[in-house]
């Protein structure tokens, strides 16, 4: 009977329970169903009700609901208080069941969010244990703790650990035969591979997963879709870091069409929005970053982590188009969010505290983002370890920024740790050694090593070549910086092959308006105008300066650099010199005044007839107290220049002097070369034509001991070497040499190459002073070719032409001189206009001819037409004005109007004093050119006078007996015996004699 009393309150009890079981079980479902949709609020109501229908705090039901309590605050980002209903669910029911295993699961994840990493995986070896106490070894249901364990140690770094826990995870999962949970773990163990850098077999494992969810069906289902999404998402991070931007795009949309809960589109959005930022697109990335913040904020609210990390997402974009200002609100606001929400002791803000660490670093900020990477690798090594790969990222980040404030010797004990746990964590071949193995290359190169830089260089590459591919972008960036060793060490020929090999490259795989690209078209641009190419620099440069004018926030310094690079490669292109001006000029408005950019805009201005001007910026370099030795000489070296140009070779020589012994303790480079090119032509200018050969054949040994970089200057050097000797008399070594630089020139460059044309001139030139026309003819005949295959209106064409139209005309082919000089004057007016000085030196020519032919009229009409040209283009007209004038005094001459002439010879000397100074060599040819015309009018006296003053000029320029003085006293020699002094005109004879026989001296 007592049994039976027991059975019966038994039974009874278990009515009342099953009465109240399933109100609570019914709540309970729909608070798991709302929980699986993402319907949270529901959820909450659902699950408060279950809880308030049980009887009890204690046993299974009690536990099974605080686990779905629990797991509901980790969906609303709730990590403490998810702990909070976790614990008071372990208490509920102390025993090693299913629930207890699942509760000690989620506990881990609660934790684990919180960056208690240690704590979590206590829990899960807890569960483990629980697990154990359940079922057999074998038994499948273990797997879904093996796979929580199994992650968590891949979030820690330590992969050695976690792959043999996946595997055995997957094997129990095998055994399951559910195709859904294996493709899911191989989808994890698969995460750990991408984690780890071993692209390939992360491949191979997300392919296997696809093909088991294929074989499973069930494809239209939302769980099914969600699980391809997720192998579609880390499929696409593997595409992205090897650089197949293409197929990442494809499958990142892929993956956020097939998802229909919100929050994990915003998530493909964003790897979306990475992958167009990447490959150079940031309109559009901007655009989807935007709409993953916006879904991030339906979903969370605006006061959740997903938020802070979409904003710091969209903010890094920002950040590198430039966009200072914004990008650093958007941080702000997702780092206070994460600390207000996560703590400071977390994962998530150790990554925004780096993110705004190397923001504010890019922003010049550099002890605030010292702070910043600080504090997020103190975070990691609390957190993570200080073996953990994540920890190596911040070394690496805090070296960048030590280098940056050239603290050289923090930055390489940095990179040396970061690269051993590296090497630990993956092995010496990876992408990641290879990172931080470029990184410590770059700090070499950086410091001058260039030996001990080039092997690091080699070393990543091959590593990321092995990683990655040959167009992986990571390697095309190392490539990029051994093409700037090669720049550095010298090596210019190595190095433009490296980046004409590597620019199309670029192009193709990140775009041709990437960061990266832009900075290989500038390098290339640079290197090429180094090296005398100017015409293939230029639009390289072009485009680099364009693009940096398109971005807000450049640095004016960098805009600087890049207006002054195009300018002087417009500087170096005679036609295209006018623009060189506003770009150099604007290149100094930018706050800094580099010396080079100083010296550029100076020589613009010197090109530009503004000599004043010039040799006022020559003056603010050479006052600079900061020059060096070698910038003082390049300073020196210009005003030589400018003064050699200005006709001024005796106030030349002093500062290109100067200049080669401010370098003569430098190694010997092309500057020096330059320096001694100069100095030989300014020998020549004064007469000194033995020192004139030694300056040209020192500057030739030089250049051919120095190679690559001065491999251009040997055809010139060659030839002032050459005109040199021949203006000593030596024509057989002369023409040897003239024979040398052409065969040299056809050595190098194609028939019709451009670079030609120097040589043939020189040659040609040579041989219409040996009276070898039929040479000379050939020789202008072949340059004129050359020029007219490069384009009709190539500037440098016109005065070709003027050259074989002057052999034309000395060797009475009238008709064919003219003909040549008409059509210069027409392609001259068609690309300048009727009234440009350059028209009236061709009127000139013209004007020249006709004098020859006789045709007096025709001639005075031409050079009339070209005076009055001069004369209203006001300065740009200056200097042609006074040799103009001297043509026109000729022609009046020939048609023996004296008073003409010689009212065209005075103009002609006020000119060039007003213009050039009263001491410039050319006014001697004026006086002795109104010497000739006093002397024809028998005005002897005059005459007589005028000469003197020539001589005067010609030695107030040159020097005592320079070879120009030659030919006046041979003239002043004949007028003397006109005045029957010819004592005098036999001493003026006998010093014309010596002065020539010296100029012949070897």
Known sequence: MRALGLSFFALLCFGVAWGQGTLWDSYLGAGLTALDRGDLAAAEANLTAAREAL??????????????????????????????????????????TL??????????????????????????????????????????????????????????????????????????????????????????????????????????LFDRALALLDEAGASASDQSAADRAAVWLHQGRVARLEGDFARAEELFRRAKTA?????????????????????????????????????????????????????????????????????????QEALDLAEALLGQEHPEVASIYEQVGRFEQARGNLDIAEERLRRAAELRASMLGEQHPDYAQSLLDQARLAQQRRDYAKAEKLLEQAIEIRRKAFGPASGPMAEATGALAALRHLRGEYDAAAPLYQQALEAYQASFGPDHPDTLRVEAGLAALHVDRGEAKEAA??????????????????????????????????????????????????????????????????????????????????????????????????????????????????????????????????????????????????????????????????????????????????????????YADLGRFTQAEAAFAQALEDARALGDPARDLEPSLLLGLAASKANQGRTAEAEGLFRDALELSAERYPDDDLRHVEALDAAGRFYRDQGRLLEAEQSFERAVAILEKAGPDHPDLPLARNNLATVYRLRGKFSSAERLYRAGLAAIERRLGPNDPEVAVALSNLGEVALESGEFGKSQSLLERAVSILDAAGDSGAKRLPATLDQLAKAYFAAKRYNEAEAALRRSLAAGRQTFGPGHPSAARTLSYLATVQATQGKLAEAQRYYEQAMETVEGAYGKDPVALAPILEDYAALLRLRKRDAEAALALDRAERIRRQARQP
């Open 55 to 96: 009887k009890s705090p204690q046993g299974e039901p009690a536990a099974r609901t605080l686990l779905a309590l629990g797991r509901l605050r980790l969906a609303q980002q709730r990590p403490a208080e998810a702990e909070t209903v976790l614990l008071e669910g372990l208490a509920a029911e102390a025993q090693p």
């Open 99 to 204: 629930t207890r295993s699942r509760t000690l699961r989620a506990l881990a994840e609660a934790l684990e969010r919180q960056g208690r990493f240690a704590e979590a995986e206590e829990r899960l070896l807890a569960a483990l244990e629980a697990d154990e106490a359940l079922w057999k070894p074998t038994d499948p249901a273990r797997a879904a703790t093996l796979w929580a364990l199994g992650v968590l140690y891949s979030a820690r770094g330590r992969y050695a650990e976690a792959e043999p826990v996946l595997t055995e995870a997957l094997g129990l999962e095998e055994r399951s035969g559910d195709k859904t949970a294996l493709a899911r773990g191989l989808d994890a163990l698969g995460a750990v591979q991408l984690a780890k850098g071993s692209f390939r077999r992360a491949e191979t």
């Open 259 to 331: 998802q229909s809960d919100p929050a994990a589109q915003a998530e493909a959005l964003d790897e979306l929005a990475a992958t167009l930022q990447a490959r150079a697109e940031p309109a559009k990335a901007e655009t989807l970053f935007r709409q993953a913040l916006a879904l991030r904020r339906k979903v969370f609210g605006e006061v959740s982590v997903e938020v802070a990390l979409s904003q710091a997402g969209l903010a890094g974009l920002l950040s590198a188009e430039g966009r200072l200002d914004e990008a650093g609100k958007l941080y």
């Open 497 to 682: 092959a490296l980046l004409e090999d590597l620019l199309p490259r670029q192009e193709a795989r990140l775009g041709s308006r990437a960061p990266a690209t832009m900075t290989t078209r500038r390098m290339l641009g640079k290197l090429l105008l180094s090296r005398g190419r100017a015409e293939r620099a230029e639009p390289l440069l072009r485009e680099a300066l364009e693009w940096l004018q398109s971005r807000p926030g450049t640095p004016p310094k960098e805009l600087a650099e890049a207006e002054a690079l195009l300018g002087e490669s417009l500087l170096e292109q005679p036609g295209k010199r006018a623009g060189a001006r506003p770009l150099l000029e604007s290149s100094l408005s930018h706050g800094e005044r580099p010396l080079r950019t100083i010296l550029l805009l100076a020589r613009a201005e010197r090109l530009a007839g503004a000599e004043d001007a010039a040799r006022a910026l020559y003056q603010e370099a050479l006052d600079r107290p900061d020059a060096s030795a070698a910038e003082r000489s390049d300073v020196l070296f210009a005003l030589g220049a400018l003064e050699r140009d200005g006709g001024r070779p005796r106030d030349a020589e002093p500062r290109l002097v100067e200049a080669l012994r401010l370098r003569q303790d430098l190694p010997v480079d092309r500057r020096r070369i330059e320096i001694r090119e100069t100095l030989g032509e300014v």
